[in-house]
């Protein structure tokens, strides 16, 4: 039986995340990651996860095994853990440039919604009728 160790929330619609979770699912051979699309699915976030639709869509989040929630760079260093390729992303945890990449990171997570030409993240909090 596979155990999962990580659940990952991402934005299904956003083509360069789909686009990671496709490799992610690709090399995820003893099953230990599973993902969760926010956009597909009418549950509740934050009465389930404790993670409102806003934050998952601001910011990547996961969910490990033991319940604690992780977010960021560390959703990446641990999924690829999980694959058995954690060395892509082991000198992210390195003094300095993981400030760096998680300043990058940061910038990418706030203008992801245009730089992929997708609505801002008030329209589609309002389209799916969530508080901001």
């Not at 699912?25 to 976030?45: V, Y």
């Not at 999924?79 to 003094?95: E, F, R």
């Amino acid at each position: 039986m596979k155990l999962v160790k990580l659940t990952i929330f991402f934005d299904g619609r956003c083509p360069l995340c789909k686009r990671e979770v496709d490799f992610l699912q690709s090399k995820n051979q003893k099953g230990h990651l599973s993902f969760i699309d926010i956009n597909s699915s009418d549950f509740s976030l934050d009465l389930k996860y404790g993670i409102t639709y806003k934050q998952a869509m601001e910011r990547i989040h996961a969910i490990k095994s033991d319940g604690s929630v992780i977010k960021d760079i560390k959703v990446f260093q641990e999924a690829y853990s999980l694959i058995g390729l954690g060395w892509i992303y082991a000198p992210t945890k390195l003094p300095i440039l993981d400030k760096l990449i998680e300043f990058i990171y940061g910038l990418w997570a706030k203008h992801r919604l245009k730089i992929t030409s997708r609505p801002s993240i008030e329209k589609l909090c309002a389209e799916r009728g969530c508080d901001l």
